[in-house]
Structures are given as C-alpha cells and as structure tokens.
C-alpha cells in the first residue's frame, strides 16, 4: 500500500520509522518531511498546510492511507477535504479539531458537561481581561485563544506578568488571530502528564501514558517551549487513576461530542494536571503530541495501520492494541536560545556514532546543505532510548545525546528523573 504522512517535526520522523517496520507498507511519502526522513521515505515539497496541493498529490498517487501529523492542517479541514474526494486518512474532522483550534470551544464544552477543568473566563476586549487578572490575583494562566504552536500559553507569577502576556497575546498581536481572544484560567498545583487515546467516536483505547517537559530548562524553570524531552510511561498515572481518566475524562469528552453532533475519529490527546491522585483537564490536542510520540510509538507493540484503518472504518473495538513492557526517554536537542532567537544552519555531527540498540535519532529542525546535516529550527533532534528501567534509560538516552554536537546545543539534563522520584516515594 502506498502512506502519506503530513508533517516535517520529530514527530513525524517517528510516524515514518514507525510505519517503515509494516510490510504492507510499500511506498512511503512525507510532506514536507526533514533531512531524517530523507531516506526512509520519499519527502514531497508540499508544505502541511497546502491542503489542495496535498489533495491533488493523494489522487496522483493513489494514495491508500494518510497520516497527518500537526494541528493546522487538521483545524483547517484537511480530513474533509480528504474524505470528499475518497481518499482514507486518520485524523479528526475540522468540526472534532476545534477541541484543539479553538480553547474557547473545549472549555466551554467542558463546563457543559462537567469534565473537570480549571475555571475560567474567556475575554475579546484587552482591557477587561486586565480588569478581571486585577480582580482575581496570581498566579494564574493566560492562553492564546487559538493555535500558537504549543507557546501561547503563559503561567504568571505576578498580576504583572499576565497583564503582559494580554497585552503581547492581543495587543502586540504575538500570535495573530490566535489571539484576537484569550482565555483566562485559574492556576493549578501538581504535576503534568499526558494521556493519548486512539478513538472511532465510539470506541477509546488509551495509549501508555507519558510525561512532557515544556520549559526550556531543568526545573521546569524558563519559557514554556514545544517540549524538551518526554519519557513513558509516566508512574503518576497509576491504573487506578488511567481508569478515572477514563471514566470521568476520555469517554465523557468523546460523548459530549457526540451531543454535539461530532464525531471524533484519531488521536485524542488530553494534557492532565494532577494533584492528590485526581486529574483535570489541562488541554486537550487531536493528534499524537510531539515528543511524547517519540516515547509513545516506539512502545506500541500493534501495527499502527490496522489501528488507523479500524479507526477511520469505525471498527476499533475489533482490535487489541498491546505495549512493549518497557521504559522510553526521548530527550530534545535544541538550538542555543530556542524557545526565543536562535541560529540555524550549524552542522550537526556525531549521528553515525549512535548505535540502533542504543537508542534512535528522530529529527526535527535539521536540513541538508552542501551534503552535510545541520540545524533548521528550534527543536533539532528527539533523541529515544528503551530500556527496562527507567534509570538505565535515562543514562543510555543521554550518552547517546553526549556524542551528538552542533554548535550552541541546548538541552535539558533532567528528562525523567520525575519517573525516578515517583517511585522513590
């Protein structure tokens, strides 16, 4: 069969990898694709958003399957542009992704249906935003109401420091029309974690469950970034706690959807705060989280072909969806200043020192020029590690990450030792 898969991230490295392993699988396409999937699969110089371009592409092709990595294309509408003209891909409709696209729409149908969240207050005026932080003090969050690419979302410290975040989120205009809105939340205490689901609309299987480190630095301290590293499963979300999530998250989300006339077929990602054994919804994404798929795929143990064609024929309780029993690290390698400025076009080297038994290099921001690898973007290189514990893991992980440089790498050196301090307790 011939697969497509949209995207040019880490993430979508690890979808090719991933699908490169099925048998069935005979051509593989990636739009746009980085230097990493150059290789592997045939990169296409369609960018993830050129919706017709990839339409006409599929058609051309015959394209059997297609996988589509970020959100803009999916909040855009790409799956009913894809479904229309016949053609198979896995993702949320563009009604089903503005639980993503649109933080407004998720809250709202949240409070509706009393799926547990942080309350808040949505605002289109700057000024009466202000008003209410004054009113309500801090800390507390202040979010871009639309797609900011994983970085409109500000914790404040200080009333001043949300005041600024209105005044860069709606006046400064930082994100566009993401942010021609906010919404304001009350801050919550505990620890983050991240569960996705493969879902029909009907059926919800949950995948392993993993951890994100979105600050820049060790200590979740610095800027929120799109994430520094990720490793699974995460020990937090105990069984116990997977099957509240289930109970009182995943399958209410997915039925107050279908109240609402939407049918969510994909990945549905919900972002968790976690406090005294009980979760509530940080925010949700529809489609797999980047890096948590470079810790959450190389754990899947069933074909992610069978899962994804079950899913679009509504047919996902007919499979069983089984996990390696083992620890995955991933931790980012970024440019020096990323989440802010940074410099791209350094030369990365050490890639060919990397054993496959040792871990795997999935790429992100990196490009070929002149016939060597160097840097192209913030998030350069996802580097996996498995192992049977999460302590061998982290230090494979990062003496593999040791032996890779480009000039001003940045990473943090901390990825998992949350894991560690779970289950020291």
């Known amino acids: 069969m011939k697969v497509l898969v949209i995207g040019s991230g880490g993430r979508e490295h690890t979808l090719v990898w991933k699908l490169k392993q099925n048998q069935r699988v005979r051509d593989l396409f990636v739009a746009p694709g980085n230097a990493g999937t150059d290789g592997l699969a045939t990169n ?83 000024e009466v935003a202000i008003e209410y932080i004054k009113q309500e003090g801090a800390p507390i969050v202040v979010k871009a109401e639309g797609l900011a690419a994983g970085k409109g979302v500000i914790v404040a410290e200080t009333e001043e420091e949300a005041i600024a975040a209105v005044e860069e989120i709606m006046v400064d205009e930082r994100f566009g029309q993401a942010g021609a809105q906010v919404v304001i939340e009350e801050f919550l205490t505990g620890e983050e974690a991240t569960v996705l689901a493969f879902t029909d609309g009907e059926e919800i299987i949950p995948m392993v469950a993993s951890q994100d480190h979105k600050q820049a630095y060790d200590g979740d ?125 350094k030369e990365i080297r050490g890639l060919e020192q990397i054993a496959d038994e040792e871990a795997v290099v999935f790429q992100a921001g990196t490009a070929k020029e002149d016939g060597s690898l160097v840097t192209a973007g913030g998030r350069v290189l996802g580097v996996t590690a498995l192992g049977n514990d999460y302590q061998a893991t982290i230090e494979q992980a990062y003496q593999a990450v040791e032996r890779i440089d480009f000039t001003g790498a940045h990473y943090r050196t901390d990825i998992g030792q949350k894991a560690i301090e779970k289950l020291s307790e």
């Open 221 to 345: 301290q610095g800027p929120n970034t799109g994430g520094m590293g990720a490793y699974a499963p995460a020990p937090i979300v105990t069984e116990e706690l997977l099957e509240e999530v289930y109970e009182e998250i995943l399958k209410p989300t997915i039925e107050a959807l279908k109240q609402e006339g939407i049918t969510f077929k994909g990945v549905l990602y919900t972002g968790l705060m976690i406090e005294k054994g009980e979760a509530k919804v940080l925010e949700y994404n529809v489609r797999f989280g980047d890096p948590e798929a470079q810790v959450v795929l190389p754990l899947l143990e069933t074909d992610l072909v069978e899962i994804a064609e079950a899913v679009i024929a509504g047919k996902l309780e007919e499979i069983e969806v089984n996990w390696r029993k083992q620890k995955a690290v991933c931790v980012v390698m970024a440019s020096g200043g990323y989440p802010v400025e940074y410099e791209t076009g």
């Open 44 to 126: 296409v110089e369609l960018d993830s958003d050129d919706i017709e371009g990839l339409v006409s592409f599929a058609l051309e092709e015959e394209i059997d399957l297609t996988f589509v990595g970020p959100e803009a294309p999916l909040v855009a509408g790409i799956v009913d542009r894809f479904e229309k003209e016949g053609l198979q891909i896995f993702g949320p409709n563009q009604q089903a992704a503005q639980l993503e696209g649109s933080k407004v729409f998720s809250k709202n149908l949240m409070q509706e249906y009393g799926i547990p969240t942080a309350k808040y207050q949505s605002f289109s005026d700057a």
